[in-house]
């Protein structure tokens, strides 16, 4: 394969690598932004004696939906256990979230 069908061949894919680029930048500083506002959210609840049971179960379900497709392409035991123990955080948080709401 020469250097004009490998460009030829990029070219057709219609894949903009600066625009890759730019989501994966903005998915950092969403994510970032994300655990601000749950790291807030969870001191304003604790001096303020609330539960943040909703704000937890959304946060582990964010992590075990972060590690799932980290461990399908590579394979690695630690973001299974991520997946899995996040799933069960989040469950068990959504549960005392709906528990304590229905009281």
Do not use: Q
């Not at 890759?20 to 655990?35: D, H, K, P, V, Y």
């Amino acid at each position: 394969m020469n250097k004009d069908e490998i460009l030829a061949r990029s070219r057709a894919e219609k894949l903009d690598e600066g625009m890759e680029l730019a989501e994966n930048r903005g998915r950092r500083i969403g994510i970032s932004a994300f655990c601000c506002v749950f790291i807030f959210i969870v001191l304003f609840n604790l001096f303020n004696g609330k539960s943040s049971y909703a704000p937890h179960a959304m946060f582990w379900a964010f992590v075990a939906a972060e590690a799932y497709p980290k461990y399908r392409f590579t394979k690695n035991k630690a973001f299974l256990a991520s997946t899995i123990a996040g799933a069960i955080a989040s469950a068990a948080s959504l549960a005392c979230f709906v528990i304590s709401v229905l009281r």
